[in-house]
């Protein structure tokens, strides 16, 4: 298998950057151990390199990305006990969108990281999960976007300029890497051709969707790795 160019370790590897940028340039209030934390990203990347460079087949690509998985294990313990919640309460209110971001950036890095095996042995083409979501809710961020409340077995925030968008809808989402409108944090995309595709399936399970609906994914993922 050729892993040197396999879009699920280039995702990884890009991830790894932004989770050692964001651990280093957001200011989180809590207590952390955040020379720990640098430290351990820090040795992920020769494990990464070793991924990269192994040319493994797909049914030894799990023993190899273990340490990967570990050392996740490791960071979260370094961040510690309920980190996510400690950040965000303990933040300043004008801190509080780029505390969001960050945590966001944190928790979008380390799945990409902790599944990365799953996407290679899956033939993953688009290097970051398409998962079955339920619209949960909706408000109005202007008038030509929405922010959506979305369950894929954990809660994440998805804006879109959907304006069909309704509680309850069934969608496929990109997980991606978070970006900010209007002060508000979007953690993926909904995935569609004309207009956002609504599906069937299973919450927070692979989405099953025509390759039509990955364009935009594609585009973003792109972008990701050229930045």
């Known amino acids: 298998m050729d892993t040197h160019n396999n879009i699920n370790i280039l995702v990884a590897e890009k991830a790894l950057e932004l989770l050692k940028k964001t651990l280093e340039s957001t200011r989180f209030e809590g207590v952390w151990k955040k020379k720990d934390a640098l430290q351990i990203t820090e040795s992920m990347k020769s494990d990464i390199m070793a991924i990269k460079f192994s040319y493994a087949e797909k049914e030894d690509i799990t023993d190899i990305t273990k340490p990967i998985r570990e050392k996740i294990s490791k960071l979260q313990s370094a961040l510690g006990e309920g980190w996510s919640s400690n950040f965000l309460s303990n933040s300043r209110k004008e801190n509080k969108t780029s505390t969001k971001m960050g945590i966001a950036k944190i928790i979008f890095s380390m799945n990409t990281l902790y599944f990365v095996d799953k996407r290679i042995k899956l033939d993953n083409k688009y290097g970051v999960d398409t998962l079955v979501g339920k619209i949960l809710s909706v408000s109005k961020v202007s008038d030509s976007l929405l922010i959506c409340n979305v369950d894929i077995k954990r809660a ?63 585009n973003m993922v792109q972008d990701f790795l050229k930045h």
Request: proline share 5%.
């Open 156 to 218: 994440i925030t998805v804006l879109t300029n959907d304006m069909s968008i309704k509680d309850g809808d069934i969608v496929a989402v990109s997980i991606l890497p978070p970006r900010e409108f209007y002060g508000q944090v979007s953690e993926g995309m909904f995935c569609g051709i004309h207009g956002v595709l609504r599906i069937e399936g299973e919450i927070g399970n692979r989405a099953e969707i025509p390759i039509d609906g990955y364009k935009e994914t594609m």
